[in-house]
């Protein structure tokens, strides 16, 4: 039995959500960085909901599978079973009656191998597939709020700043746009751990490698988003 520590639950990251909307909602509300938020809780929603029905469905998958499996065995066996018979009580003249059996066992063996191998993985690449679709959501929201942080430059808020015609329009003061950045920041951290969740219901080698590629790409947008944050504070 694992303790509460070895796993992260989605109950925690679902409250820090909602405390960031309310957060973000008071500060700025007319900024569509709430409706960012609002996407990420909902699919932070529905990986919650999507574990426990997948876990259902890829348990039914599985049993069906594995009895699939057991009957392609069998029937594989019967099969080269009566070919053998049939051969060994049938000789003819020289051992070239042989070369047909041999070669239906092959073909036999052969389709029976392919069938057990798609049954038998069947299950982890349905599961696989819901997985891949929550993730590929989660890195166009990260995108998404790398977007939002972009025209937040301190360079703006230099007494020496001259604008130009195709210079951002933004109206925040610098205590506003460091919490800005700071929600930014918190926001990517979050789509993280949310595609960490995901991870927690699956042991597929592609679905933890792109877990790992949301969680570099979250880091290395959050580097671009602190080093904002010490130009202001500087």
């Not at 073909?107 to 069938?115: E, G, Q, S």
């Not at 430059?153 to 460091?178: I, K, V």
Request: aromatic share 6%.
């Amino acid at each position: 039995m694992g303790t509460s520590l070895d796993t992260l639950h989605p109950e925690p990251v679902t409250e820090t959500v909602r405390r960031l909307r309310s957060r973000i909602a008071e500060r700025f509300p007319d900024r569509n960085l709430v409706h960012v938020v609002d996407e990420l809780l909902g699919l932070v929603v529905q990986v919650r909901q999507q574990g426990s029905v997948a876990r259902g469905r890829t348990r039914t998958a599985r049993v069906v599978s594995r009895v699939l499996v057991l009957a392609i065995v069998a029937g594989t066996g019967v099969a080269l079973w009566l070919a053998l018979r049939d051969a060994v009580g049938d000789q003819g003249p020289d051992g070239l009656d042989w070369l047909p059996l041999i070669e239906s066992t092959i073909n036999d063996v052969v389709f029976a191998a392919i069938a057990v191998f798609f049954l038998y993985s069947f299950p982890e690449r349905l599961q696989r597939g819901d997985l891949l679709a929550l993730l590929h959501r989660l890195r166009s929201l990260a995108h998404i709020i790398d977007m939002h942080q972009l025209t937040k430059d301190p360079e703006h808020l230099r007494p020496g700043f001259s604008p130009t015609d195709a210079s951002a329009d933004d109206d925040l003061d610098r205590d506003q746009m460091e919490r800005y950045l700071n929600y930014c920041s918190e926001l990517l951290s979050l789509v993280g751990k949310t595609a960490a969740l995901c991870a927690e219901e699956s042991r597929d080698a592609v679905v933890l490698d792109t877990v790992s590629t949301i969680e570099e790409l979250t880091l290395g947008m959050s580097r671009k988003i602190w080093q904002k944050i010490s130009v202001l504070s500087a």
